[in-house]
T-cell receptor, first 112, second 115 residues
């Protein structure tokens, strides 16, 4: 799986939108972009994934650049509960056995 | 609660002792994964089962580590002759085979401290 680059940390104010960037310049055509997050003292949880088109779900939105070399996870209104480490992960679903390759992620702090 | 469960949640052991952790996946999930996470790092893949077959092992899984998934249901991870470097959070995850998502559901982890 290709490597991703994320900022080590970001800060946000409560109830404001948050844009978490991820660079993946070596992404291949069969790589899906997945986001997981890990709340303090918990295991990671799935947030969202996409291939080429922007995606929305109840937790977040995923904006994917046209060349697919970067993506942005968007939390529309940050809450204190969104304070977590966010991981951007590429997965070649066609070729891999399915294990996730985590980087260090972005630690998001949310201020009240 | 029908999520992934792990026991025990915490384990303190002395160097040289053996420890065993248990993971109960979501009942219909045929894939089960073990990861290890040290402080400040993302989880690292250890091994993966599809049903009862162990299909992949990371180079991180030394010969002191062994994992089983009898009958394709729960799984155990045993560490023999523990070392201080084994201190970490051990995470289990499960998923369904197939589809573009392969969304993995993680348990709360077992925190191991080797003194």
């Amino acid at each position: 799986d290709a490597k991703t680059t994320q900022p080590n940390s970001m800060e946000s104010n409560e109830e404001e939108p948050v844009h978490l960037p991820c660079n993946h310049s070596t992404i291949s055509g069969t790589d899906y972009i997945h986001w997981y997050r890990q709340l303090p003292s918990q295991g990671p949880e799935y947030v969202i994934h996409g291939l080429t088109s922007n995606v929305n779900n109840r937790m977040a939105s995923l904006a994917i650049a046209e060349d697919r070399k970067s993506s942005t996870l968007i939390l529309h209104r940050a809450t204190l509960r969104d304070a977590a480490v966010y991981y951007c992960i590429l997965r070649d679903v066609e070729g891999s056995q399915g294990n996730l390759i985590f980087g260090k992620g972005t630690k998001l702090s949310v201020k009240p | 609660d029908t999520g992934v469960s792990q026991n025990p949640r915490h384990k303190i052991t002395k160097r040289g002792q053996n420890v065993t952790f248990r993971c109960d996946p979501i009942s219909e999930h045929n894939r089960l994964y073990w990861y290890r996470q040290t402080l400040g790092q993302g989880p690292e893949f250890l091994t993966y089962f599809q049903n009862e077959a162990q299909l992949e092992k990371s180079r991180l899984l030394s010969d002191r580590f062994s994992a089983e998934r009898p009958k394709g249901s729960f799984s155990t991870l045993e560490i023999q002759r523990t070392e201080q470097g084994d201190s970490a959070m051990y995470l289990c995850a499960s998923s369904l085979d197939g589809g573009s998502s392969y969304e993995q559901y993680f348990g709360p982890g077992t925190r191991l401290t080797v003194t």
